[in-house]
T-cell receptor
């Protein structure tokens, strides 16, 4: 079993829709949670970084962490065609350096 | 300095040849990571440097792989006697790590194709 599970999609939504992306994890040692966006043939771009349970909002993006259920989500409001990309959840343990463990990524397509 | 840079962006090589990639991190960042990403997968950790010291290597990093970070600035990743299974995107990330939260910023990657 992988430490981090993420539905690979693809997920196709109309422009303006609310998008929900999710990951589950098995290792309770993970304390830091991240969402990266990756366009085709580019490096991952950090979108959200959080270390506590609850919600964190940044513009149209909201990251949600439920440590009791080992479940994290990313919501995108008013989705735009430019949001079409692969979204990677990622997480790491506290202490020392952070070796990040990634999900497989969910490919999102926002249709105009 | 606008971010992490990697060179070359693409490399095509024949099986058995050696290749070397370079990563230039964000200038004030003391930590540098190498990851490998294959199609349809998330990046997988390969190795980590704090300043010039290489502090961890993944078991994914066989003896054919070597990484350096002289003087704690740029880093190189060398693959000797390349195999077709080495074909992947090699990503470099850097961060300014003291303790606790640490945001890693990725470069654009070097895409390696072994024929």
């Amino acid at each position: 079993q992988k430490e981090v599970e993420q539905d690979p999609g693809p997920l196709s939504v109309p422009e303006g829709a609310i998008v929900s992306l999710n990951c589950t994890y098995s290792n309770s040692a993970f304390q830091y949670f991240m969402w990266y966006r990756q366009y085709s043939r580019k490096g991952p771009e950090l979108l959200m970084y959080t270390y506590s349970s609850g919600n964190k909002e940044d513009g149209r993006f909201t990251a949600q962490v439920d440590k009791s259920s080992k479940y994290i989500s990313l919501f995108i409001r008013d989705s735009q065609p430019s949001d079409s990309a692969t979204y990677l959840c990622a997480m790491s343990r506290p202490g020392g350096y952070q070796k990040v463990t990634f999900g497989t990524g969910t490919k999102l397509q926002v249709i105009p | 300095d606008t971010g992490v840079s990697q060179n070359p962006r693409h490399k095509i090589t024949k099986r058995g040849q050696n290749v070397t990639f370079r990563c230039d991190p964000i200038s004030e960042h003391n930590r540098l990571y190498w990851y490998r990403q294959t199609l349809g997968q998330g990046p997988e950790f390969l190795t980590y440097f704090q300043n010039e010291a290489q502090l961890e290597k993944s078991r994914l990093l066989s003896d054919r792989f070597s990484a350096e970070r002289p003087k704690g600035s740029f880093s190189t990743l060398e693959i000797q006697r390349t195999e077709q299974g080495d074909s992947a995107m090699y990503l470099c990330a850097s961060s300014f790590g003291l303790a606790g939260e640490e945001e890693q910023y990725f470069g654009p990657g070097t895409r390696l194709t072994v024929t």
